[in-house]
């Protein structure tokens, strides 16, 4: 494995491991509800749920929205001012939170 596609896993864990959950409910709670739903479930057409997403993959996309490299009109403008913290507090309470699948 590359040298420094390991680095950047062991980064990212390491990040995961640091993150305030409560945190991240909180800017949740006053920056993402309004589109994603109190608890990462959306009601909208269009916007995605996120409980239960991995905690890298949420992270990585919303660095992505907040560098230009993935671009939707609204999320840039929501990632734009994040810190690396407010990310990673983010994605870990999305990815606390658990999701069941049932069918019918």
């Keep these: 494995m590359n040298k420094f596609i390991l680095g950047g896993m ?10 305030d959950v409560a945190a991240g409910k909180a800017k949740a709670t006053a920056a993402c509800a309004m589109c994603h739903g109190p608890l990462g479930l959306s009601m909208q057409p269009g916007v995605p749920h996120l409980a239960g997403q991995q905690e890298v993959y949420l992270a990585e996309q919303l660095r992505h929205f907040r560098n230009g490299k993935r671009a939707n009109e609204v999320m840039t403008v ?10 990673d507090n983010l994605a870990a309470w999305y990815a606390s939170l658990q999701v069941q699948v049932q069918e019918k």
């Design 78 to 87: 929501i990632a734009k001012p994040l810190s690396n913290e407010d990310i």
């Design 10 to 19: 062991l980064f990212a864990l390491a990040a995961a491991a640091q993150a």
